[in-house]
């Protein structure tokens, strides 16, 4: 079955300093997809960040990398410099690439609550 | 990328009356979802909106409570009907314009409560 595991329901972080917030999956098939989005308490999902299977380097996206160990099944997200306005929910996701219609729809994870404290 | 935009924003309903979302994409989407997203909780989806045909529901949601259309690539709506206490929470709607493209855009989201 596919499944995506956040094992961290709250994390916090000072200010400036780094954080990783931790994703595992569960998959057999081969091509894949690994999502993070931001959900700041007004609501909007932010998407951050994406990596894809096949993908050879790890995915960065400004302060934002998504550390990416295949073999592991683990798809962590890693916010450098943190700030005051990183303070959110945060969801990592997934797509099976090769599936059809319905099958291709995002398999979400329980999210994991940041806090920067100042 | 594509901007999608919601109404209501949000919405205080008596129970027993039905509310309907509307969900529109600034371009045209391949694919178009709902989600509901109870307090502190993750996303569930609701359906995919599939245009010109009947909308494809995840288990536990079914079409008489949740009518979905699509009439065509930009827009969908999303009924609640015959709203109870427990159908309070925020319902999305998404759009992945599909291909070569992984992005998968969200719109703001509608605040739903029943009284």
């Known amino acids: 079955a596919q499944k995506i595991t956040q094992t961290q329901p709250g994390m916090f972080v000072q200010e400036k300093e780094a954080v990783t917030l931790d994703c595992t999956y569960d998959?057999?098939?081969?091509?894949?997809?690994l999502f993070w989005y931001k959900q700041p308490s007004s609501g909007e999902m932010i998407f951050l960040i994406y990596q894809g299977s096949y993908d050879e380097q790890n995915a960065t996206e400004g302060r934002y990398s998504l550390n990416f160990q295949k073999a592991r099944k683990s798809a962590n997200l890693v916010i450098s410099a943190s700030q005051l306005g990183d303070s959110a929910m945060y969801f990592c996701?997934?797509?099976?690439?090769?599936?059809?219609?319905?099958?291709?729809?995002?398999?979400w994870g329980l999210g994991t609550s940041l806090a920067v404290n100042p | 990328s594509a901007v999608i935009s919601q109404k209501p924003s949000r919405d205080i309903c008596q129970r027993g009356t039905s509310l309907t979302i509307q969900c529109q994409v600034d371009s045209q989407v391949t694919m178009m979802f709902w989600y509901r997203q109870q307090p502190g909780q993750s996303l569930t989806l609701i359906a995919t909106?599939?245009?010109?045909?009947?909308?494809?529901?995840e288990s536990g949601f079914v079409i008489d409570k949740f009518p979905i259309s699509r009439p065509n690539l930009t827009f969908s709506t999303l009924t609640v009907s015959n709203m109870s206490p427990e159908d309070s929470s925020i319902y999305l709607c998404?759009?992945?314009?599909?291909?070569?493209?992984?992005?998968?855009?969200f719109g703001p989201g509608t605040r739903l409560t029943v009284t």
């Open positions: 996701a997934m797509r099976l690439t090769l599936r059809a219609g319905n099958n291709r729809k995002l398999i």
């Open positions: 998404s759009a992945w314009t599909g291909g070569s493209s992984y992005e998968q855009y």
């Open positions: 998959t057999s098939d081969q091509s894949y997809g």
């Open positions: 909106a599939n245009q010109g045909s009947e909308a494809t529901y």
